[in-house]
């Protein structure tokens, strides 16, 4: 087998996506994570001089990690001397998502609103294409049937152009290990080198049962005191989910009824396809816990998941 070159690779796309683009205006669907900032490079580095040509668009779903929309728009100021478009539609898909118990159906609710956003964005900016990050693990596990990745539209039966999309996904063949390859090749900023995989829904999928804007809210805390606590080169993805049941606990010497709060922490043994539970120090346990009792209102129970995947999924959902 060849072995894989990051500068290789990254050559061979720009050359694609000029040939695919031919001039047209294009749309870059922007996360905050580290495979759609790929993306934009390699389409900045494809149109080199005509920045005019691209417009990165970042939604505020209501369901993104804590201060992610401005730091992402900061880093775009700084370093691209660009403005990253904001469409804030955070009431739009807490509206869709009210009721849905699903995990699928959260993914299907949310791959609709997105794209219907998407589409009206291409046709607001008047670009021709869309330029997203889906990567191969995502189509793998959607291809299986393991879980829908709502970004994954041709294999899971979803026609782009229903959308009026124009679709690009420069990374469908790689894994994350060699996006994260692309990204050094490519100079981007080691913070999100680092930074924690995410996935698309947000935390539609990290909040078991109804997604409401008191649960996002609790889960988003918890996420940025387990992430702030992580630094282990050997973690993969360490992250919170609200449970949907209830338990006793108690406070100020009193009993209440509060939620619970399960936390997952893996290293990947291959592609993200298999990972083992990363085997964290005790002391770092009860620190996480103790910070999330205290600084999270409502959360009276912390359990600590030990799944291997498989039969577990990474995500719980």
């Known amino acids: 087998m060849e072995r894989f070159g990051p500068r290789k690779f990254i050559s061979k796309k720009i050359q694609t996506f000029r040939s695919f683009a031919d001039g047209k205006k294009i749309l870059v669907a922007i996360s905050g994570g580290i495979d759609s900032l790929v993306c934009f490079e390699i389409v900045l580095n494809a149109v080199k001089d005509q ?27 700084k370093k691209y001397r660009i403005e990253l478009q904001k469409w804030d539609r955070q009431d739009e898909f807490l509206s869709a998502l009210k009721g849905i118990i699903l995990p699928e159906e959260k993914r299907k609710i949310f791959r609709d609103v997105f794209y219907r956003n998407m589409s009206q964005a291409m046709r607001s900016y008047s670009t021709d294409i869309l330029v997203q990050g889906t990567i191969l693990p ?11 990745h709502f970004n994954v539209l041709h294999e899971s039966g979803v026609n782009p152009l229903n959308y009026g999309l124009g679709l690009f996904e420069p990374l469908k063949e790689l894994t994350k290990a060699r996006v994260r390859m692309v990204a050094r090749s490519l100079g981007i ?94 002391l770092k346990i009860e620190k996480i816990t103790k910070r999330i009792l205290n600084e999270v209102p409502g959360i009276v129970r912390i359990l600590y998941d030990v799944t291997p995947k498989p039969p577990g999924t990474i995500e719980f959902a």
Do not use: C, M
């Open 51 to 77: 920045k005019d040509r691209i417009v990165p668009l970042i939604l505020e779903t209501g369901l993104l990690r804590e201060n992610e929309v401005r730091e992402t728009q900061d880093h775009f100021n």
């Open 138 to 148: 995502d189509i793998i596990e959607t291809q299986k049937g393991i879980k829908l």
């Open 189 to 282: 900023h080691p913070r999100y080198l680092r930074i924690q995989p995410f996935p698309g829904p947000g935390f539609a999928i990290r909040i078991s049962g109804e997604v409401t804007a008191e649960r996002v809210k609790k889960i988003r805390k918890a996420t940025t005191i387990v992430e702030s606590e992580l630094n282990s080169p050997k973690i993969f993805q360490g992250f919170p989910v609200l449970l949907v049941d209830k338990v006793t606990g108690i406070q100020n010497d009193t009993s209440v009824t509060g939620d619970i709060i399960a936390i997952r922490i893996v290293e990947v043994t291959k592609d993200s396809l298999l990972a083992r539970p990363y085997r964290v120090p005790w």
